[in-house]
């Protein structure tokens, strides 16, 4: 079995500031590590994944993430966050082999609004 | 274009009634799945398929059907048996296996009355 913690519902921030949305993972398998973005009544847009190699992935929009294996945590950072990047961000998380193989388990979702 | 389509954007129903939504992909791949979004709660599997005419149950398959006749289509059910059937509901699709990205359809917004 597998599991996703976002660990902060939901992260104001000031625009130009950085951010960070912090996700933690459990897992009895290796994982394969995506965020995604939805804007309102929108579906689920990809902006980066972690497979293998380094642990600094890097996605679109400017953001990027870290996969901290001893830790079990995948954080996603933006150094200095627009406007348009508010929207609700899901950590989600897909097993490597054994039952977990190709289904993804999504966290719960942090909502990031940016305050002009 | 190649995308993921969903229809009805919005869908109202009264309570009891069986309804069908529609989920079609012209990106040929081999991998489709539905999700059901509630807030707070993050997206949990309803169902999914690895191939035509197979299909497994999600997490929270009761109450949900599906049928995977053609590659490009998966609609799914949700039956009068599903007790709080007022979702978001989220369609996704991806070439196959873990490794791939799932690209997502734009959504349909179930109320049931």
């Known amino acids: 079995a597998q599991s996703v913690t976002q660990l902060d519902s939901q992260v104001p921030v000031f625009e130009e500031a950085p951010v960070e949305l912090r996700c933690n993972y459990s897992?009895?398998?290796?994982?394969?590590l995506f965020w995604y973005v939805q804007y309102p009544n929108q579906g689920l847009q990809l902006l980066l994944k972690?497979?293998?190699?380094?642990?600094l992935v890097k996605g679109i929009n400017g953001f990027e993430a870290e996969f901290n294996k001893s830790q079990t945590s995948f954080h996603l950072r933006k150094p200095s966050v627009h406007i348009s990047d508010t929207a609700e961000y899901f950590c989600?998380?897909?097993?490597?082999?054994?039952?977990?193989?190709?289904?993804?388990?999504f966290g719960q979702g942090t909502i990031l609004t940016v305050h002009p | 274009d190649g995308g993921i389509t969903q229809s009805p954007k919005y869908l109202f129903r009264k309570e009891g009634q069986n309804v069908t939504l529609s989920c079609e992909q012209n990106?040929?791949?081999?991998?489709m799945y539905w999700y059901r979004q509630d807030p707070g709660q993050g997206l949990r599997l309803i169902y999914y398929s690895q191939i035509v005419n197979d299909f497994q149950k999600g997490d929270i398959a009761e109450g949900y059907s599906v049928s995977r006749e053609k590659k490009e289509s998966f609609p799914l059910t949700v039956t009068s048996a599903q007790k709080n059937p007022t979702a978001f509901y989220l369609c996704?699709?991806?070439?196959?296996?873990?490794?791939?990205?799932?690209?997502f359809g734009p959504g349909t917004r179930l109320t049931v009355l």
């Open positions: 972690y497979l293998s190699g380094s642990t």
């Open positions: 897992s009895s398998v290796s994982v394969y």
């Open positions: 989600a998380v897909s097993g490597a082999g054994g039952t977990s193989y190709g289904k993804l388990t």
């Open positions: 996704a699709s991806s070439p196959t296996g873990s490794t791939d990205t799932q690209y």
């Open positions: 990106l040929n791949h081999d991998a």
